[in-house]
Nanobody
Framework: QVQLVESGGGSVQAGGSLRVSCVVS????????MGWFRQATGKEREGVAT???????RYTDSVKGRFTISKDNAENTLYLQMNSLKPEDTGMYYC???????????????????WGQGTQVTVSS
């Protein structure tokens, strides 16, 4: 029902900025909770940021003050603006969605049922 396609990944030097996008199709109205996750090679996937339908945003501590999650409802697109990038930010970035209104929308959760294919972000020193 919900399809997600990420784009905008690439290579950037430490301290630089990058914005990744996620185009949502299908039951977009029911995607009440959306988030960004990342996975570095050899490591487990971790939550980065989430945004609920009411506009509430949450971030993992390591990206607070540097990353901003946002939505463009007219374009059905989710964004993650990443500033002051660090090498440890390197990884495959995935967007995810949940349709349940009562879902606790937080990047600490790993049970999002809908996922995109990911876009690679590489930060060099």
């Amino acid at each position: 029902q919900v399809q997600l396609v990420e784009s905008g990944g690439g290579s950037v030097q430490a301290g630089g900025s990058l914005r990744v996008s996620c185009v949502v199709s299908g039951a977009t109205y029911n995607a009440h909770c959306m988030g960004w996750f990342r996975q570095a090679t050899g490591k487990e996937r971790e939550g980065v940021a989430t945004v609920f339908s009411d506009g509430e945003t949450r971030y993992t501590d390591s990206v607070k003050g540097r990353f901003t999650i946002s939505k463009d409802n007219a374009e059905n697109t989710l964004y993650l603006q990443m500033n002051s990038l660090k090498p440890e930010d390197t990884g495959m970035y995935y967007c995810a969605a949940v349709t349940q209104r009562t879902f606790w929308c937080d990047p600490s959760r790993t049970d999002f049922p809908y996922w995109g294919q990911g876009t690679q972000v590489t930060v060099s020193s």
